[in-house]
């Protein structure tokens, strides 16, 4: 049987982590900044955003950068945060005591962060194309 859903032609670099103890949006807040940027890049702006969401998103982006070192033998330095995916997840639901014996919910929400990077493939011409200056990637000579 034929898988419909990924089309790239080799395996690609991810790291996973579900169940983190967050909602989904504030997460999706962190992850708009970082998405398409460089793997040094993308640490250095989570280390400075002041938000609880970039920690456990900075450990999942070395966790990548990781999986990409160990598997596929790729320089860290070579890497770009690729596709980024904050899916919700199961919503942990506790009772708050209130007075004259009422109770009210509270909600506790979780998300799932998805990290796919990719290796920043250098050509031969120093020129960058249209597509990867859309993108926000730079090249610098040395």
């Not at 049987?1 to 790291?15: D, F, L, Q, T, V």
């Not at 962190?30 to 970039?54: D, H, K, T």
């Not at 982006?61 to 199961?90: T, Y």
Request: include cysteine.
């Amino acid at each position: 049987m034929e898988s419909m859903g990924n089309n790239s032609p080799g395996p690609e670099i991810r790291a996973l982590a579900r169940n983190i103890r967050m909602s989904a949006h504030k997460a999706r807040r962190v992850i708009n900044q970082i998405r398409g940027r460089s793997y040094g890049q993308a640490l250095m702006i989570l280390e400075l955003m002041p938000y609880g969401a970039c920690y456990p998103i900075s450990q999942l982006i070395h966790s990548a950068a990781a999986n990409a070192n160990h598997n596929m033998g790729l320089n860290k330095a070579n890497l770009l945060v690729g596709r980024v995916e904050v899916n919700e997840g199961a919503v942990f639901k506790r009772i708050q005591p209130r007075a004259q014996g009422r109770g009210y919910p509270i909600k506790k929400p979780t998300c799932h962060i998805t990290i796919v990077s990719e290796e920043i493939s250098r050509s031969n011409d120093p020129i960058m194309s249209i597509e990867s200056r859309k993108k926000g990637y730079v090249w610098r000579r040395k």
